[in-house]
């Protein structure tokens, strides 16, 4: 019976999350259940931790692997990612290959690339995912490191910062930095600075930096990529008879980033309709032009009305 964790659940994710979700939520994690990273007396659970984390990162972040993974489970991989020899896949036939050996305190094992079925067997040296966290390999400084460690750090910035773009001096590691936010950033976008994270020792490079983007969308707005989503009311008149009203929009040129544009509502318009403005949304990121904001006209029904309006009513069911 295969009790091993599912793989998504271990990182904290799902099946619909994105290549970058599953990048960031193994950098977090990792990080915090690095074994050089907490007391003696926890260090067996976080080097358990870490080498589940590490092994399912292996298999999500590999589109091929992800998706054998998807149909079939652990057993995709006959022993887990971590057996490297005589696994049975589920199209028949064994993993060849296999490799073993001591990552600090715990063994790993992982296949070559040239042996089993393809996109199958594992084909990756596990202190490459620790360096690519890390920026430097091993534990406890059993190999010269590389480089510098990597710095990740989240910085949160004003909506009109990322509707025009702009720039902002940090201190990193003694020294500034000056961050350019590109036009139309996202919130949870990475910026990668290499070479600006932490000292090398021995004449190595440094590390690299890392800065998250935390962008706060106002709260008319729902943000999907470039575009935005958003809701108006008219009234019962309005909506039968057609109205021209203002919707807030996206102006780059305005000070807060805001702006207004009139927009028609058309004669006989239905509940939940939806009406396009081109052009009106976000800046596209790294691309000319803006996105489009989507505009839900919702109805208001009253729930009062005055002896005039009720006569007129009926006068209307009437006719």
């Known amino acids: 019976m295969d ?3 599912d793989y998504y659940d271990i990182l904290g994710l799902n099946k619909t ?5 599953i990048k960031s939520a193994y950098r977090k994690m990792a990080r ?4 050089d990273m907490v007391n003696e007396k926890e260090k067996p659970g976080a080097e358990k931790r870490f080498k589940e984390l590490n092994e399912a990162y292996q298999v999500l972040s590999d589109p091929d692997k992800r998706r054998m993974y998807d149909q079939f489970g652990h057993a995709s991989f006959g022993g887990g990612a971590g057996g490297g020899s ?8 064994g993993f060849g290959g296999g490799n073993t050996g001591q990552w600090g305190p715990f063994s790993y094992s992982y296949s070559s690339s040239d042996g089993g079925a393809s996109g199958a067997g594992f084909d990756f040296d596990p202190f490459d995912i620790f360096e690519s966290a890390f920026g430097f390999r091993g534990f406890g400084g059993a190999r010269k490191p590389k480089k510098g460690k990597n710095l990740y750090y989240e910085m949160a910035i004003d909506f009109v910062d990322a509707v025009k773009g702009s720039e902002k001096e940090v201190n990193v590691e003694g020294g500034k930095l000056t961050i350019k936010i590109p036009a139309g950033a996202r919130d949870g976008i990475e910026l990668r600075y ?21 962008v706060k969308t106002p709260k008319q707005f729902e943000r999907y990529g470039d575009d935005l989503a958003t809701r108006v009311e008219v009234s019962f008149a309005q909506a039968a008879l057609g109205d021209v009203i203002d919707v807030e929009v996206i102006d780059i040129n305005s000070l807060d980033g ?3 544009v009139k927009m028609k509502v058309p004669a006989g318009t239905q509940p939940a309709s939806y009406i396009k403005l081109k052009g009106k949304g976000m800046p596209r990121l790294q691309r000319s032009g803006q996105g489009d904001v989507i505009v839900k006209v919702d109805i208001k029904i009253p729930t009062r ?15």
């Open 3 to 5: 009790n091993k964790r």
């Open 17 to 21: 999350s994105s290549a970058d979700e």
């Open 32 to 35: 915090e259940h690095h074994p």
């Open 86 to 93: 005589g696994g049975q896949n589920p199209f028949g036939g």
């Open 194 to 214: 290499p070479e600006k994270g932490a000292k090398g020792p021995d004449g190595v490079p440094n590390g690299d930096l890392y800065i998250s983007l935390r």
């Open 258 to 260: 805001l702006g207004k």
């Open 305 to 319: 009305l005055n002896r005039t309006q009720k006569d007129l009513l009926e006068k209307y069911q009437k006719a």
